[in-house]
């Protein structure tokens, strides 16, 4: 995170109330056969979305796209999406679920690998957006989001000192 960029941390609780928000809202567009994960960030709110809709099919796709360093870098798929899941029709009814969308790069690559597959994450941010096609939470593009997953519980100083 930069010293220009504005700190978004969720809660264990809060994103569990996301995702099954984003589970909802998901219920009137399948019926899905199956969730593919883009992994890491997207294998808690996949888990969350299978459960609140009965997917039993989970399978994951996995892409690096940040370095050791929270820069985004050239996209590497490390592994690709099972053909089985991916059929014929190149994801019809397949929901693909990731936590977060930032510029759209990794959306994009998994979009040309099922381009009929329905897109959803929790939060997305405007440069992002338009590749998925359901998501709860706008954040603004210099916002770094801290999930649950990636923090623990620490003091945090006051706003104004001093008090």
């Known amino acids: 995170m930069s010293e220009s960029q504005k700190a978004f941390p969720v809660s264990w609780d809060q994103f569990h109330r996301d995702a099954r928000a984003l589970a909802w809202r998901l219920?009137?567009?399948?019926?899905?056969?199956a969730v593919v994960c883009?992994?890491?960030?997207?294998?808690?709110p996949a888990a969350i979305?299978?459960?609140e809709l009965g997917i039993r099919i989970i399978e994951t796709v996995c892409i690096s796209s940040y370095g050791h360093d929270n820069k985004q870098g050239a996209l590497q798929v490390l592994?690709?999406?099972?053909?089985?899941v991916?059929?014929?029709?190149?994801?019809?009814?397949?929901?693909?679920?990731?936590?977060?969308?930032?510029?759209?790069?990794?959306?994009?690559?998994?979009?040309?690998?099922?381009p009929?597959?329905?897109?959803?994450?929790?939060y997305a941010k405007?440069?992002?957006?338009?590749?998925?096609?359901?998501?709860i939470t706008e954040v603004s593009q210099d916002t770094w989001?801290?999930?649950?997953?990636?923090?623990?519980l620490a003091f945090q100083p006051p706003i104004r000192p001093g008090d």
């Open 116 to 122: 009929a597959a329905h897109f959803a994450t929790v």
């Open 145 to 152: 989001i801290f999930f649950p997953w990636d923090t623990g």
């Open 79 to 84: 592994k690709g999406i099972a053909k089985e």
């Open 126 to 135: 405007p440069q992002g957006r338009p590749m998925v096609d359901t998501f």
């Open 49 to 51: 979305v299978a459960r």
């Open 86 to 114: 991916e059929g014929d029709a190149k994801g019809k009814r397949v929901l693909v679920v990731d936590d977060l969308v930032d510029t759209g790069a990794t959306a994009r690559l998994v979009r040309d690998m099922l």
């Open 27 to 33: 219920h009137g567009e399948g019926p899905f056969d």
């Open 38 to 44: 883009v992994t890491r960030g997207g294998l808690v």
